[in-house]
């Protein structure tokens, strides 16, 4: 079955950049979006479609893919955006699934 | 502004049954295509199905299929979440999510499965 795999956990220094990597057979020809939760908070978009970037979200999101990897970056990482990152992907038309989910800190 | 506001959620018995609303306004509903994700407590999200714009097609992740059922209504612009034989592992909260991109999220209604 399709499962994206993210690392648990990443931890960086306030200015740092923070990369978080999600990797799935077949992703390669499917979008990946990205999704950002701040503790008790629904989820957000910040990247779909691999790279692109919803309006409101910083510029220092940048999604990009290289085969069946997929790759959430954030440059100059602030306290703030410190949370739970989902990835996802559509495993067919009728089927979507998540990350189990990275828990980045910044400090 | 897109909103999406959840209910429906409490309390149940394994073995019973809920219905969940998702009250969308700030923009047509029946222009999206609409998801329910749920995510358990300290747990990951988990996509449960989606229903097209029509509700002509409806999708389900093989855990609920043949117990969940999500239906819509366009003209009041709700979307309905209907569970059934509940179990004690569906206690999570339930989010009503727009769009194949997921690009809105509500606050979540809170299911608890309990004896």
């Known amino acids: 079955s399709f499962e994206l795999t993210q690392p648990p956990s990443v931890s960086v220094s306030p200015g740092q950049t923070a990369s978080i990597t999600c990797s799935g057979n077949n992703l390669a020809n499917q979008y990946t979006a990205w999704y950002q939760q701040r503790p008790g908070q629904s989820p957000i978009l910040v990247i779909f479609?691999?790279?692109k970037r919803p309006s409101g979200i910083p510029e220092r999101f940048s999604g990009s893919k290289s085969g069946n990897t997929a790759r959430l970056t954030i440059s100059g990482a602030h306290v703030d955006d410190e949370g739970d990152f989902y990835c996802q992907a559509w495993e067919s038309a009728a089927a979507s699934i998540f990350g189990g989910g990275t828990k980045l800190t910044v400090l | 502004d897109v909103q999406l506001v959840e209910s429906g959620g409490g309390l149940v018995q394994p073995g019973g049954s809920l219905r969940l609303s998702c009250d969308a306004s700030?923009?047509?509903?029946?222009?999206?295509?609409m998801n329910w994700v749920r995510q358990a407590p300290g747990k990951g999200l988990e996509w449960l199905g989606d229903i097209s714009r029509t509700g002509y097609t409806i999708s389900y992740a093989d855990s609920v299929r043949g117990r969940f059922t999500i239906s819509r209504d366009n003209d009041k612009n709700l979307l309905y979440l209907q569970m059934h034989s509940l179990r004690v592992n569906d206690t999570a909260l339930y989010y009503c999510?727009?769009?194949?991109?997921?690009?809105?999220w509500g606050p979540g209604t809170l299911v608890t499965v309990s004896s």
């Open positions: 700030g923009f047509s509903l029946s222009d999206y295509t």
């Open positions: 999510v727009r769009d194949g991109l997921f690009d809105y």
């Open positions: 479609k691999n790279d």
